[in-house]
T-cell receptor, first 113, second 113 residues
Framework: DTEVTQTPKHLVMGMTNKKSLKCEQH?????MYWYKQKAKKPPELMFV???????INESVPSRFSPECPNSSLLNLHLHALQPEDSALYLC????????????FGQGTRLTVV | KNQVEQSPQSLIILEGKNCTLQ??????????LRWYKQDTGRGPVSLTI?????NTKSNGRYTATLDADTKQSSLHITASQLSDSASYIC????????????FGGGTRVLVKP
């Protein structure tokens, strides 16, 4: 299994909703990442987990809350988002120290209304 | 400052023709350089990865080159197909801060019949 699986593929949520994005990999990678990508822009790093511990938070607003329940799963909890948070959210994984490697998920297209 | 610059920003080519995309970087200390293909609204898919000692890497009709002395890379697409229409992103990994990635702005390629 050489895939990073993200669910859902699409999500529309109101500004008062609470939702979660999920990411799963079974490649034995111990580093997992969340990126945010706006249209026609490169991905921007949000969070890095290494061995299930948060190692990098790129000054992301607290309305985004990451969680790494185990070495295969990564969640991104969303609450009180703004319309400008609408974007493609990408998950990636790698062996620690190697950067995100070659494995990105297909992304979740998030629209905040 | 760690930067990755890609050119051209966009490119239109006829099906069956070849094209070359450029990537210049100032990221230091260098770890590796990757080329990704990203279809609109989807996650990036790795095409090639090269370390300091490698100067060429092929993946089917895609051939990447790396000149670590001049800090330049290129991606050559041979006999383009309609399915090659996508954004191509050059990404350089730095040997520090958990191998943080620096993304180029991408080149949008449109292959016309």
């Amino acid at each position: 299994d050489t895939e990073v699986t993200q669910t859902p593929k699409h999500l529309v949520m109101g500004m008062t909703n609470k939702k979660s994005l999920k990411c799963e990999q079974h490649m034995g990678h111990r580093a997992m990442y969340w990126y945010k990508q706006k249209a026609k822009k490169p991905p921007e790093l949000m969070f890095v987990y290494s061995y299930e511990k948060l190692s990098i938070n790129e000054s992301v607003p607290s309305r985004f809350s990451p969680e790494c329940p185990n070495s295969s799963l990564l969640n991104l909890h969303l609450h009180a988002l703004q319309p400008e948070d609408s974007a493609l959210y990408l998950c990636a994984s790698s062996y620690p120290g190697q950067g995100p490697g070659a494995f990105f998920g297909q992304g979740t297209r998030l629209t905040v209304v | 400052k760690n930067q990755v610059e890609q050119s051209p920003q966009s490119l239109i080519i006829l099906e069956g023709k070849n094209c070359t995309l450029q990537c210049n970087y100032t990221v230091s200390p260098f770890s590796n350089l990757r080329w990704y293909k990203q279809d609109t609204g989807r996650g990036p898919v790795s095409l090639t990865i090269m370390t300091f000692s490698e100067n060429t890497k092929s993946n089917g009709r895609y051939t990447a080159t790396l000149d670590a002395d001049t800090k330049q890379s290129s991606l050559h697409i041979t006999a383009s197909q309609l399915s090659d229409s996508a954004s191509y992103i050059c990404v350089v990994s730095r040997q520090a801060a958990g191998n943080k990635l620096t993304f180029g702005g991408g080149t949008r390629v449109l292959v016309k019949p």
